[in-house]
């Protein structure tokens, strides 16, 4: 299985400011992917983001406001840019092992983000 | 789109009953998921299901797959307290994941 950190765990952030997103995994991966779980909702994918290539995004989901890095096989960050009270949720990577097609998605702890 | 919708939303059951929750999804996929959720966690993956008619199970949990019906089952023999949380289904849809709505478990003495 693959062992997942996110920084920060949680923050309270201001209207207007941006987040960066930190997401660590201890082995090489093909592909990462950031999801956005609002309060007291499901799980949503906001993009994929592969080594080497633009982030993909799914519909609803812009790179100016969410913006991707995907510098190396264990690491990418997801920004959340200027902010406002509708971006409180709590923000979780993924990822899908190169090393088994057949093994499941592992999820990192999560980030908790509150927008005043 | 790939729709996934899962049900009941919320299922409140006394300690040893059986239960179900169904999980049925719009269009074909490879891959269907089970996580469970505990209140302020992540997901814990439960369950990857590859072909029709694959079944597993763990403990109190079995899932199912069935890909003609575009169905999975999650069933929950003799329910304890401790299962008590929120359980995910999911379906790969060539990169991530499109997740249903989740079902609220509680497991009543």
């Known amino acids: 299985s693959a062992v997942i950190s996110q920084k920060p765990s949680r923050d309270i952030c201001q209207r207007g400011t941006s987040l960066t997103i930190q997401c660590q995994v201890d082995?090489?991966?093909?592909?990462m992917f950031w999801y956005r779980q609002q309060p007291g909702q499901s799980l949503t994918l906001i993009a994929t983001?592969?080594?080497?290539?633009?982030?993909?995004?799914e519909s609803g989901f812009v790179i100016d406001k969410f913006p991707i890095s995907r510098p190396n096989l264990t690491f990418s960050t997801l920004t959340v840019s200027n902010m406002s009270p509708e971006d409180s949720s709590i923000y979780l990577c993924?990822?899908?092992?190169?090393?088994?097609?057949?093994?499941?998605?592992?999820f990192g702890p999560g980030t908790r983000l509150t927008v005043l | 789109e790939l729709k996934v919708e899962q049900n009941p939303l919320f299922l409140s059951m006394q300690e040893g009953k059986n239960y179900t929750i169904y999980c049925n999804y719009s269009?074909?996929?490879?891959?269907l998921y089970w996580y469970r959720q505990d209140p302020g966690k992540s997901l814990e993956s439960l369950f990857v299901?590859?072909?029709?008619?694959a079944v597993k199970q763990e403990g109190r949990l079995m899932a199912s797959l069935d890909t003609k019906a575009r169905l999975s089952t999650l069933h929950i023999t003799a329910a304890v307290h401790d299962l008590s949380a929120t359980y995910f289904c999911?379906?790969?849809?060539?990169?991530?994941?499109?997740f249903g709505a989740g079902t609220r478990l509680t497991v009543k003495p």
């Open positions: 993924s990822v899908d092992s190169i090393k088994a097609s057949t093994d499941t998605q592992y």
């Open positions: 082995s090489q991966v093909t592909m």
């Open positions: 983001a592969n080594q080497g290539s633009e982030a993909t995004y």
């Open positions: 269009t074909t996929s490879d891959r």
């Open positions: 299901l590859l072909s029709n008619g």
């Open positions: 999911a379906v790969d849809i060539g990169a991530g994941m499109r």
